[in-house]
């Protein structure tokens, strides 16, 4: 059974950055691939960002690419996101999420098996 613990979030104004971490425990870090999850009131979750296993390979959504790196140290335990250039429509609660996906093709659409509790993250225009 894995733990995570995402923190990082907070309010910000347009243009400015954030750098969101995720701790994990409870199992093999290694083990897993990761992701980032948002989800707004009324909508459904939408993936922003996962990472393979080693790190070598990524995903991002459109609407985040050129802005946001995620990145993982596996010696710590830890996935981060770097959030850069924010935009009022990036307010969301982010979540982190593991899967035991081994791959590096199908990041966006496997199922993940292990979630954060979520940290807030405000925009201001």
């Known amino acids: 059974q894995v733990q995570l613990v995402e923190s990082g979030g907070g309010l910000v104004q347009a243009g400015g950055s954030l750098r969101l971490s995720c701790a994990a425990s409870g199992g093999t870090f290694s083990s897993y691939a990761m992701g980032w999850f948002r989800q707004v009131p009324g909508k459904e979750r939408e993936i922003v960002a996962a990472?393979?296993?080693?790190?070598?390979?990524?995903y991002y959504a459109d609407s985040v690419k050129g802005r946001f790196t995620i990145s993982r140290d596996n010696a710590k335990n830890t996935v981060y996101l770097q959030m850069n250039s924010l935009k009022p429509e990036d307010t969301a609660v982010y979540y982190c999420a593991a899967t035991k996906y081994a791959g590096t093709a199908r990041l966006r659409v496997v199922p993940y098996d292990y979630w954060g509790q979520g940290t807030q993250v405000t925009v201001s225009s």
């Open positions: 990472i393979s296993l080693s790190g070598g390979s990524t």
